[in-house]
């Protein structure tokens, strides 16, 4: 199993990005599928999730202004980052089952 994270950059507060998570590997269909983050100095934490059925969940933190979805034909995750904030500055992973992906910076300038 391997995933491929990309779209990480560096953008103001106000604006947005979009983090592709591309699997190989496994079924991607059926697993549910994860983005978490790091910033430094902390814990990594659970972003957002979508089931297989599509039931999503987000962290407070980001609940209306991040999108998670998924395009089970492409094997690709995605996270739609709006109204991004300096707290929102970090490394931001993709995960399905066990496997995490190599993780891709995200930095917001005040």
């Given amino acids: 199993v391997q995933l491929q994270a990309s779209g ?3 953008v103001q507060a ?8 591309k699997a190989s590997g ?12 790091q910033a430094p ?3 990594r934490e659970l972003v957002a999730t979508i089931s ?3 039931g999503i969940d987000y962290a407070d933190s980001v609940k ?3 999108t998670i979805s998924r395009d089970n034909a492409r094997r ?3 996270l739609q980052m709006n109204d991004l904030k300096p707290e929102d500055t970090a490394v931001y992973y993709c995960k ?6 190599q993780g891709t910076l995200v930095t917001v300038s005040s």
């Fill in 26 to 37: 496994l079924h991607f269909a059926i697993n549910t599928i994860a983005w978490y983050r």
């Fill in 52 to 54: 297989s059925g599509g």
């Fill in 41 to 43: 100095g902390t814990q």
């Fill in 8 to 10: 990480g950059g560096l």
């Fill in 96 to 101: 399905v089952q066990s496997t995490w992906g």
């Fill in 14 to 21: 106000g604006g947005s990005l979009r983090l592709s998570c």
């Fill in 76 to 78: 690709t995750m995605y």
């Fill in 64 to 66: 209306g202004r991040f």
